[in-house]
Nanobody, 126 residues
Framework: QVQLVESGGGLVQPGGSLRLSCVASGATLSSYAIGWFRQAPGKEREGVSCIGKNDAFTYYIDFVKGRFTISRDNAKNTAYLQMNTLKPEDTGVYFC???????????????????WGQGTQVTVSS
């Protein structure tokens, strides 16, 4: 059974950085597309970024382009979301998720992801 555990969240001032990690167990992460999603208070969950299983394809929503970078380390079976120049609007609970439904690409359609972590809180505030 695939289990995902996120970490790296916290409280940071606007303009600061955080790196989120998503450690997988029960599966080889390199076989999956990975998505990062977030849910702000009172709002619906939204996709933020994803990476295809061969790492040749990545996608970011416009609001985070140039600030966030998704990556993975197959040797550590871990995915990352490097978040720079954070803004208060980035506040929320961040989730990683995996799916085998895409041969090389990925999408931010949440229902296409089969396994989810429990989330890590990111708060951007002065």
């Amino acid at each position: 059974q695939v289990q995902l555990v996120e970490s790296g969240g916290g409280l940071v001032q606007p303009g600061g950085s955080l790196r989120l990690s998503c450690v997988a167990s029960g599966a080889t992460l390199s076989s999956y597309a990975i998505g990062w999603f977030r849910q702000a208070p009172g709002k619906e969950r939204e996709g933020v970024s994803c990476i295809g299983k061969n790492d040749a394809f990545t996608y970011y929503i416009d609001f985070v382009k140039g600030r966030f970078t998704i990556s993975r380390d197959n040797a550590k079976n871990t995915a990352y979301l490097q978040m720079n120049t954070l803004k208060p609007e980035d506040t929320g609970v961040y989730f990683c998720a995996t799916t085998m439904r895409y041969s090389g690409g990925c999408s931010l359609v949440g229902i296409t992801y089969d396994h989810w972590g429990q989330g890590t809180q990111v708060t951007v505030s002065s």
